[in-house]
Nanobody, 122 residues
Framework: QVQLVESGGGLVQAGDSLALSCAASMRFFNTYAMGWFRQTPGKEREFVAGISRGGGNTDYVDSVKGRFNISRDNAKNTVYLQMNSLKPEDTAVYLC???????????????WGRGTQVTVST
């Protein structure tokens, strides 16, 4: 049974940083690409960042390039999202997901966590 559990969310001020973690309870974690998505009420789930199985390839939505960094530790079955220079528009529930390849479409990911809330105040 696959389980993804996000942590590290919280309430911060604009300009602050947060580090999210996603711990995966799954076999062969290193055979999955991992992604971070975010969702706000009434909007579609948005791709934020993705990382390949070995960590060599990453992808970011334009709005977070230069501010967010995705990484993974396959020995710990964990993927991270370091978020710097946070903006109020980054406020959302952040979810991690596991899939076959790095992709921006949510349907390309087979497993999902339940998310962690990130709130950025002005």
């Amino acid at each position: 049974q696959v389980q993804l559990v996000e942590s590290g969310g919280g309430l911060v001020q604009a300009g602050d940083s947060l580090a999210l973690s996603c711990a995966a309870s799954m076999r062969f974690f290193n055979t999955y690409a991992m992604g971070w998505f975010r969702q706000t009420p009434g909007k579609e789930r948005e791709f934020v960042a993705g990382i390949s199985r070995g960590g060599g390839n990453t992808d970011y939505v334009d709005s977070v390039k230069g501010r967010f960094n995705i990484s993974r530790d396959n020995a710990k079955n964990t993927v991270y999202l370091q978020m710097n220079s946070l903006k109020p528009e980054d406020t959302a529930v952040y979810l991690c997901a596991a899939g076959g390849v790095v992709a921006r479409a949510p349907r390309r990911y087979a497993y999902w966590g339940r998310g962690t809330q990130v709130t950025v105040s002005t």
